[in-house]
């Protein structure tokens, strides 16, 4: 008793067993896609999803380097909540531009297929 009251009544909390099933079977489910495309990128059936696995990990290496992540967090909220408005003004021009850099970076990854991820598979 705080104040000569009477504690209030607590909610009976109870989770059914259909949910649990339908969350642990949504949660097996994306841990075996992410454990297929893994072996996919172990077995080198996929070397391009290997090359954007080892750049995006590069990338995220030298941004957590460079900040903590307090300034990380506080610079994504911002990015978040500009680049949406931004791009709504501009989407013509960022369309345009955003398909010739794709198409650019494609002609390198070609190149960079060619010339150095087909030797190794050799």
Known sequence: MICNRP????????ISEE???EVSTFIRNHI???????????????SRMFVKVALS?????VIGSLTDFLTLVYTGI???LTVPALYERYEDHIDR???????YSQ??????DAQFIS???K
């Open 32 to 46: 075996n896609v992410l454990l297929r495309v893994s072996e996919d990128i172990t077995l080198d059936r996929d």
């Open 107 to 112: 002609h390198l990854f070609v190149r960079f």
């Open 78 to 80: 911002v990015i978040l």
């Open 119 to 121: 030797k190794v598979q």
């Open 97 to 103: 531009y955003a398909l010739m850099r794709y198409r």
């Open 19 to 21: 949910i649990t099933n």
């Open 57 to 61: 990990l590069l990338l995220i290496s």
């Open 7 to 14: 504690a209030p009544p607590l909610p009976h909390l109870y």
